[in-house]
């Protein structure tokens, strides 16, 4: 067990203590007992084991238009019905697009933000991640006036714009993952995948081995035709469906499948039927 202490030069040193019995069975209970967050897709929920482990932070990578915009705003929408507000954090798209895009769901986007469910952020990365660290930004200000529980950032491939190191890259997205974990928000990392179709290239900045789960949303041909995939490759600290699912987004969002059957391949982008 690890406390902080500072020494008379004002340094911080780590002193360590023996946990007592009572103490490491406190820290197993409440693991056992964390708290799962609902997507507001059921068939999502049912591939994360539960839906989202309450203050993980979640990539959901995928080739522009497939839909990930859409999940997060169901994310946040579905939070803010269960007396969770959420905040969204835009580096493209203007609010008011987001709020038309809402619309078209049936989600009031505004009427929520009158009531303080929900704060839509435009911003961009070089300021949301000074604001992480201020006390007096915007975000703070967010903070302690709705004291969001819920959070997507539209998109984090905007961070990459930042620095060409993949080092110093690694940094930054550490900053964001542990800044949205510190203020107490479970957290949804919209990425652009690098290609429509097929195998992806590698990531920079290692944001797949920083982030708590892995969900992948795919563009996929199958027997001629375009259709949508889904999958979760990662989720630390849960169980997860290992199985690549079909969805579609109707007029109430996002609403996963059945899994593909008879079929392999299908995220490489050269899929074939199996005996």
């Not at 539960?50 to 959901?60: F, N, T």
Request: proline content about 4%; glycine content about 10%; charged content about 20%.
């Amino acid at each position: 067990m690890l406390f902080r202490s500072t020494t008379s030069r004002g340094n911080d040193c780590i002193k360590t203590k023996r946990a007592t019995s009572s103490e490491v069975n406190s820290l197993k209970t409440s693991s056992k007992k964390r708290e799962r967050l609902t997507t507001g897709i059921s068939g999502l929920d049912s591939m994360l084991g539960g839906g989202l482990l309450q203050g993980s932070a979640a990539l959901v990578s995928g080739a522009p238009g497939v839909g990930k915009t859409t999940l997060g705003l169901q994310y946040l929408v579905t939070g803010a019905s269960l007396g969770q507000p959420g905040l969204l954090v835009t580096f493209e798209e203007f609010p008011a697009t987001l709020i038309r895009d809402a619309d078209a769901m049936g989600w009031d986007l505004r009427a929520l933000e009158a009531e303080g469910k929900l704060r839509l952020l435009f911003t961009s990365p070089e300021v949301f991640l000074k604001s992480l660290e201020s006390p007096d930004s915007p975000l703070s200000e967010t903070m302690h006036t709705i004291a969001p529980q819920r959070a997507v950032l539209d998109s984090v491939a905007h961070f990459q714009r930042l620095t060409s190191d993949r080092v110093e890259l690694r940094h930054v997205y550490n900053s964001i993952v542990n800044g949205l974990k510190r203020e107490g928000m479970t957290s949804l990392l919209l990425d652009e995948a690098a290609r429509l179709l097929g195998p992806q290239y590698r990531y920079a900045g290692a944001l797949p081995f920083l982030a708590d789960a892995l969900i992948l949303m795919r563009y996929v041909e199958v027997d001629s035709a375009m259709r949508r995939a889904i999958a979760v490759l990662k989720m630390r600290g849960s169980t997860h469906a290992r199985e690549i699912r079909s969805f579609s987004i109707g007029k109430n969002g996002v609403e996963v499948g059945e899994p593909f059957s008879g079929q392999e391949g299908i995220l490489s982008g050269s899929p074939h039927r199996v005996a």
